[in-house]
């Protein structure tokens, strides 16, 4: 559930489908009651929640989903780890095949033999 929803949260009526998916796995009642008390959202309390509500974590649950999500977008180290695993940006690619060029010209070349 916690990666499914994530830090971001998900649309009230894209919780649904992730309930029944969950439920294939798990008992329905147990996804429903941890859906209930894990997430938030406007009209929660309501029995016709409107179906574009922001289904997000509670705040004093988002701290403890650092253990499967990592870090929050924002936080320092998720910056650093973002960093970390980015890519080669597309100059740092070609500054490396001019390299890996220039380095092949600069190979001697054999003389004729005579």
């Given at each position: 559930?916690?990666?499914?929803?994530?830090?971001?949260?998900?649309?009230?009526?894209?919780?649904?489908?992730?309930?029944?998916?969950?439920?294939?796995?798990?008992?329905?009642?147990?996804?429903?009651?941890?859906?209930?008390?894990?997430?938030?959202?406007?009209?929660?309390?309501?029995?016709?929640?409107?179906?574009?509500?922001?289904?997000?974590?509670?705040?004093?649950?988002?701290?403890?989903?650092?253990?499967?999500?990592?870090?929050?977008?924002?936080?320092?180290l998720r910056e650093e780890m973002d960093?970390?695993?980015?890519?080669?940006?597309?100059?740092?690619?070609?500054?490396?095949?001019?390299?890996?060029?220039?380095?092949?010209?600069?190979?001697?070349?054999?003389?004729?033999?005579?």
């Amino acid at each position: 559930m916690a990666r499914a929803i994530g830090y971001q949260g998900v649309q009230y009526r894209d919780l649904w489908p992730i309930i029944e998916e969950l439920s294939k796995e798990f008992p329905k009642v147990k996804v429903e009651s941890a859906i209930y008390h894990l997430t938030t959202f406007e009209g929660q309390m309501r029995c016709n929640p409107p179906p574009l509500a922001q289904v997000m974590f509670r705040e004093e649950v988002r701290p403890l989903m650092w253990q499967l999500l990592g870090p929050e977008p924002g936080h320092p180290l998720r910056e650093e780890m973002d960093r970390i695993n980015r890519p080669p940006a597309e100059e740092e690619k070609a500054a490396e095949a001019e390299e890996s060029q220039v380095e092949k010209a600069k190979k001697p070349r054999r003389g004729r033999a005579r």
